[in-house]
């Protein structure tokens, strides 16, 4: 009986560290085919960890702005990751866009299927808690304004509101907080969000102190949806941006195709193919 309860004791003491073990990060992804940049980026930074290494090149920080282009192949995965350098096929446009009903957008909007009903989970939610979640802006296609450093304007196909996965959300009213105003992040319901979001499947995209890796600027107001399990994996792990996510796990998943740059063969978008027929993302 003693023996036992002592068991009984260690394995309760131990239970946190194996629970602590179990939710432990990997570092990013390290690829094959991105050993020679791995090694000129680390020459070029010495001050950085190995991990951060591979964090930046896995997300092609190691080429300029807007340069260095690899186009999404599974463009309609609700995991799709767009960036600066990863950029959606040209003209994409999702096939199941819905119109948001009229008390929860500020205008004419549309969403992808999957993100609305998700939103729509999340809102009615909210609202039973007296908060209201309402969209000012949601699919669209940026036209090419703002430099390539801008935090701010996203170049056509590279923004997530051209999946249909993302919107901007306001208060409304007299004073409401709008696009461009940090005030969001000050309303109740900013905070509900950064707390419930991922169980209905959305994240944050830009978060503070993250546009060194994101190439964008804090934006409370801009949610995106990735499905739940995805966002609660990575509220489970910590992980403060899908960027991070994104090349720490689902890199090897996605299936990308290099941009053909050589002026030469301007009609021929696609010189590399990672094939994998078992593709999740
Ligand atoms: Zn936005």
Known sequence: MKKSLIWLMAILLLLPCLTAMAETVPPPCELPENAARYATYAEAHAEMEWAEVLLHVNLRLDYPNYQGILYAQRPDSFAVFVNKHYKLPKSYKPEDLVTVAGKYSSKTVQLRAVCYEAFLCMAEDARAQGLDLYISSGYR???KSGGADSLWFAWPGHSEHQTGLAFDLRTRGPTKAHLGDYKY?????????????????FINSYPTDSSGLTGFGFEPWHWRYVGVTIATDMKNKGFATYHEYWATYLILRAWYAEEEVAPSRPHRPLVRRRVQPELLY
């Open 141 to 143: 296609v940026n036209k």
């Open 185 to 201: 992040q000050n309303t109740r319901e900013y905070s509900w969000l950064c707390e419930n979001a991922h169980l209905y499947g």
